[in-house]
């Protein structure tokens, strides 16, 4: 198998699916594929990765609408126009009331200018506004008031600033939702990679017991022979007997696995037509080794958990200081200048505007709490601490799992040339067992024992390939770093937003 870095374009793959499944005379044909083709279609069309793209579009629109919260905010707003028919008392100058008829219409536009200061937590804004006042009855008349420009500016004093802390953790989890998204497509490698060896062994297992199956009826017709002509005992043609329909039941049991298995492929992939599907076997893998001190570094730096630590800490931070300045002496200052001015018609209300401010400072004191401020901020600092703990814990194990992963996959080279060796020379054995039984020098039972060794041996060949690159793609995930090509592993985004 051409070595796993992906140099098979995804569209290799479903050109290999879509020349199969579309012609009359392919439907008949299996679908060979590779371990690279199983991965690969796996990343583009499998749920686990369509879901993993879905969960980082997401976050990035998220963060997309904090940055928005940061920029100017121009807003139109009016009213066009409000009528209104009614009759309504009056108090006239001699104090007596009097019911009148009331036709009224009124029609306002205004325009605002604001913007987020994220240094202080308050806000800058400006406003431009018309009004304009109908009166329908015995005599009708129109009025004018406009604001040509107010420009003003709420600040909060002694208050938790939440733009503040937002710009030193939003971008932090942007970026934790960059590398998780590199995870998640790495976990949808290790899922393929486990769907792909267990049909792998179902259909390598289907394999054997076909040819186990063959084996043992041809040595049950020599046992019956040999038995017709007295040279073995009946117990020894029994037991090839029992060989024989034991094989059959294995044979149907290995037939039922492969369909399991290719329904979980065929799931997993996304791939809808009715078509058989044959695996090929990986036959090489890339021999190298991996620095613990490197992967750490690598982790380290690269991992979405690392960023996670760094982020929660902010939290629980940001939560103390909410908790330190609420329920305690807080204030509002609002400072406003202006024009206004008023008229018959719109001309004269924008003719000599007058001046028009407004200055006011609202304050909050807490008198008598309780304890409730003191006891919000103990809470929130046992949390702090409880969180300090549990990262410098999960710091530790995050180290731990990368040391073990590391020397867990630097065995496997070892194991899979062993593992190769011993199948050889079980197959080897096998097959000079079976022809010694043949001419009648062994017996049956170290034929069952060289037979079992040989599917044993075929079985864990195969399932130390899967070990190497079920590894492998861990590490990967671990780390988002290619240790074989020496690369930090990185995935266009653009085309998910």
Same mark, same amino acid.
């Given at each position: 198998?051409?070595?796993?870095?992906?140099?098979?374009?995804?569209?290799?793959?479903?050109?290999?699916?879509?020349? +199969? +499944?579309?012609?009359?005379?392919?439907?008949?044909?299996?679908?060979?594929?590779?371990?690279?083709?199983?991965?690969?279609?796996?990343?583009?069309?499998?749920?686990?990765?369509?879901?993993?793209?879905?969960?980082?579009?997401?976050?990035?629109?998220?963060?997309?609408?904090?940055?928005?919260?940061?920029?100017?905010?121009?807003?139109?707003?009016?009213?066009?126009?409000?009528?209104?028919?009614?009759?309504?008392?009056?108090?006239?100058?001699?104090?007596?009331?009097?019911?009148?008829?009331?036709?009224?219409?009124?029609?306002?536009?205004?325009?605002?200018?604001?913007?987020?200061?994220?240094?202080?937590?308050? *806000?800058?804004?400006?406003?431009?506004?018309?009004?304009?006042?109908?009166?329908?009855?015995?005599?009708?008349?129109?009025?004018?008031?406009?604001?040509?420009?107010?420009?003003?500016?709420?600040?909060?004093?002694?208050?938790?600033?939440?733009?503040?802390?937002?710009?030193?953790?939003?971008?932090?989890?942007?970026?934790?939702?960059?590398?998780?998204?590199?995870?998640?497509?790495?976990?949808?490698?290790?899922?393929?990679?486990?769907?792909?060896?267990?049909?792998?062994?179902?259909?390598?297992?289907?394999?054997?017991?076909?040819?186990?199956?063959?084996?043992?009826?041809?040595?049950?017709?020599?046992?019956?022979?040999?038995?017709?002509?007295?040279?073995?005992?009946?117990?020894?043609?029994?037991?090839?007997?029992?060989?024989?329909?034991?094989?059959?039941?294995?044979?149907?049991?290995?037939?039922?696995?492969?369909?399991?298995?290719?329904?979980?492929?065929?799931?997993?992939?996304? %791939?809808?037509?009715?078509?058989?599907?044959?695996? %090929?076997?990986?036959?090489?893998?890339?021999?190298? +080794?991996?620095?613990?001190?490197?992967?750490?570094?690598?982790?380290?730096?690269?991992?979405?958990?690392?960023?996670?630590?760094?982020?929660?800490?902010?939290?629980?931070?940001?939560?103390?200081?909410?908790?330190?300045?609420?329920?305690?002496?807080?204030?509002?200052?609002?400072?406003?200048?202006?024009?206004?001015?008023?008229?018959?018609?719109?001309?004269?209300?924008?003719?000599?505007?007058?001046?028009?401010?407004?200055?006011?400072?609202?304050?909050?004191?807490? %008198?008598?709490?309780?304890?409730?401020?003191?006891?919000?901020?103990?809470?929130?600092?046992?949390?702090?601490?409880?969180?300090?703990?549990?990262?410098?814990?999960?710091?530790?194990?995050?180290?731990? *799992?990368?040391?073990?992963?590391?020397?867990?996959?630097?065995?496997?080279?070892?194991?899979?040339?062993?593992?190769?060796?011993?199948?050889?020379?079980?197959?080897?054995?096998?097959?000079?067992?079976?022809?010694?039984?043949?001419?009648?020098?062994?017996? %049956?039972?170290?034929?069952?024992?060289?037979?079992?060794?040989?599917?044993?041996?075929?079985?864990?060949?195969?399932?130390?390939?899967?070990?190497?690159?079920?590894?492998?793609?861990?590490?990967?995930?671990?780390?988002?770093?290619?240790?074989?090509?020496?690369?930090?592993?990185?995935?266009?985004?653009?085309?998910?937003?």
């Amino acid at each position: 198998m051409i070595i796993l870095l992906k140099k098979i374009s995804s569209n290799i793959a479903f050109l290999i699916i879509i020349c +199969t +499944t579309n012609s009359g005379i392919a439907q008949n044909e299996p679908i060979h594929l590779s371990f690279n083709d199983v991965v690969e279609i796996a990343h583009e069309q499998s749920p686990d990765a369509l879901m993993a793209k879905h969960r980082y579009r997401s976050s990035y629109w998220q963060y997309r609408t904090y940055q928005a919260g940061y920029k100017p905010s121009l807003i139109l707003d009016g009213t066009l126009p409000n009528y209104s028919r009614s009759i309504d008392v009056i108090t006239q100058p001699d104090g007596s009331e009097l019911f009148i008829k009331r036709q009224v219409a009124r029609s306002s536009l205004n325009l605002s200018l604001s913007q987020n200061i994220p240094f202080t937590g308050g *806000e800058v804004f400006l406003n431009s506004s018309a009004q304009r006042i109908d009166n329908f009855g015995d005599s009708s008349y129109w009025s004018y008031l406009t604001t040509p420009l107010t420009i003003g500016i709420r600040q909060p004093i002694f208050e938790y600033n939440p733009f503040r802390w937002d710009t030193k953790i939003e971008p932090i989890k942007y970026e934790e939702a960059k590398r998780k998204h590199i995870e998640d497509i790495e976990q949808v490698s290790i899922k393929a990679t486990n769907i792909f060896f267990n049909l792998l062994l179902a259909q390598i297992n289907l394999k054997i017991q076909q040819v186990n199956q063959a084996n043992n009826d041809t040595l049950y017709q020599i046992a019956l022979g040999r038995y017709n002509i007295g040279t073995i005992a009946e117990n020894e043609l029994l037991q090839m007997e029992l060989n024989f329909l034991n094989s059959n039941s294995s044979l149907e049991q290995a037939k039922l696995d492969v369909e399991i298995n290719i329904f979980n492929l065929k799931s997993f992939l996304r %791939i809808k037509d009715d078509v058989a599907i044959v695996l %090929i076997p990986p036959e090489k893998i890339p021999d190298f +080794t991996i620095n613990v001190q490197d992967a750490l570094w690598e982790a380290r730096n690269n991992r979405s958990e690392a960023l996670a630590f760094d982020r929660r800490l902010l939290q629980a931070e940001s939560e103390v200081n909410r908790a330190k300045m609420q329920n305690r002496f807080s204030a509002d200052l609002v400072a406003i200048y202006g024009l206004t001015q008023t008229g018959a018609s719109m001309h004269e209300a924008y003719q000599d505007p007058l001046n028009e401010q407004q200055l006011f400072l609202g304050i909050q004191v807490p %008198i008598l709490d309780w304890g409730l401020a003191k006891g919000k901020i103990k809470m929130a600092e046992s949390n702090e601490e409880l969180i300090k703990t549990s990262v410098e814990q999960e710091q530790i194990d995050f180290n731990q *799992e990368i040391f073990i992963k590391v020397m867990q996959f630097n065995m496997q080279p070892d194991q899979v040339a062993i593992a190769y060796k011993s199948d050889q020379v079980a197959q080897k054995r096998y097959d000079v067992t079976k022809q010694r039984f043949f001419i009648g020098t062994i017996d %049956i039972i170290e034929l069952n024992l060289a037979q079992t060794d040989k599917d044993n041996n075929r079985k864990a060949y195969i399932t130390a390939l899967y070990n190497f690159w079920r590894y492998y793609y861990e590490i990967r995930q671990l780390t988002l770093f290619d240790f074989f090509i020496h690369k930090r592993i990185f995935l266009n985004l653009e085309n998910i937003r």
